[in-house]
């Protein structure tokens, strides 16, 4: 056992002893290239010099905002719970599973919401433009020179509801280019409900104005989505409410002409008092069911607030935006020491191909 580790350990210095010869081998040979090396490196940093000039700048759009669901022990819920011993459901206390989690980051990065924030017309000094006629115009998409653009042809100023196949394509493939290399939208704590949307673009206004559409955008579906069935319910209720009250209207309007109609009714003669008895019974029924349904109507509209997400912007895009831009000192410090580590990739790989090619051959 002592003798085959002493032959492991032997194996490992002469293993290490090798590597450090022929790391010093490298360098020594790498020296005798300098000049290959400097004017490569050189090169390379006129490169990043014309690189950060010619680079167009591209604009940042940052916009934070807290999300925040009503839980379910919320005092709504708590309404709700008590509408329910009565048999009314108000439509509170339980939450639509779509939104739960990180899932409103997967709908800011959706089709459809990009779709409706790019048929947006926005006002730039006193001009509407729709978003995704800039997108098209700073990005130079349009082409009057080339015949087989299909985007000479298309418009988007029609109903964004009725869209043709060409429209739907090019909005899909402006869609995903912004997912892919435009829009972030990320929590920065994960235990926060603070959400971040950023855009990034060649085109400031454009960055600011989208960045502010989508939010909005997603945001209203959102608190639409989260509080539709409530909505619908303090609907309903209403429209009951409002029968029920035109019916009571009409039964004490009943009940007043039938009084008139036997002003000086003899005490004695019940059947004179028959019809306006009958007439108040509607009254107060209709009374009593009006009631309760006004009750339930208002349990309804405080369940309806509290169920409805508050979302409060942070920070909202304001100009002048983050301008991002490689300075000329930047480039040219990146290009040389980017040609640099290329060459001497290049230079090793050569001496290593060398020396397996001279071993091969012996």
Request: hydrophobic content about 40%.
């Amino acid at each position: 056992m002592n003798q085959s580790d002493q032959n492991i350990n032997d194996t490992s210095q002469v293993s290490v002893s090798d590597l450090a010869a022929f790391v010093k081998k490298g360098i020594k040979y790498l020296k005798t290239k300098w000049l290959l090396i400097l004017i490569v490196s050189i090169i390379g940093g006129i490169l990043g010099v014309c690189y950060s000039i010619f680079k167009k700048p591209t604009y940042l759009a940052v916009c934070t905002f807290v999300l925040e669901d009503a839980s379910s022990g919320s005092m709504g819920g708590q309404y709700a719970g008590l509408a329910s011993l009565a048999g009314i459901n108000l439509g509170g206390g339980t939450k639509d599973g779509v939104f739960e989690g990180d899932n409103i980051l997967e709908l800011y990065q959706s089709r459809s919401m990009i779709k409706a924030t790019l048929l947006t017309p926005i006002d730039i000094d006193g001009t509407k433009q729709l978003l995704i006629e800039r997108y098209i115009d700073f990005n130079h998409l349009r082409n009057a020179q080339d015949k087989d653009n299909r985007l000479n042809h298309i418009k988007f100023d029609g109903d964004p509801n009725n869209l043709s196949r060409e429209q739907d394509s090019v909005i899909t493939d402006i869609a995903n280019t912004i997912n892919d290399k435009i829009l972030s939208v990320t929590k920065p704590d994960k235990k926060l409900s603070i959400i971040r949307v950023e855009v990034t673009t060649k085109d400031e206004l454009f960055s600011k104005y989208f960045t502010e559409q989508l939010v909005q955008t997603v945001n209203n579906f959102y608190v639409q989505t989260q509080t539709k069935r409530q909505s619908q319910n303090i609907k309903l209720l209403q429209h009951q409410a409002d029968s029920v009250k035109l019916i009571l209207n009409a039964s004490l309007g009943q009940v007043a002409s039938a009084n008139d109609a036997v002003p000086n009714a003899n005490p004695q003669m019940s059947l004179l008092r028959v019809s306006s008895q009958k007439k108040q019974v509607e009254v107060q029924s209709s009374s009593a069911i009006y009631t309760v349904i006004s009750q339930n109507l208002e349990m309804a509209k405080i369940s309806f607030l509290q169920e409805t997400p508050l979302i409060q912007i942070i920070d909202a895009p304001v100009l002048p935006l983050l301008r991002k831009h490689v300075g000329r000192t930047k480039g040219a410090v990146i290009g040389i020491i980017l040609g640099m580590i290329f060459i001497t990739g290049i230079l090793s790989v050569k001496k290593i191909l060398g020396r397996v090619m001279l071993a091969s051959g012996n």
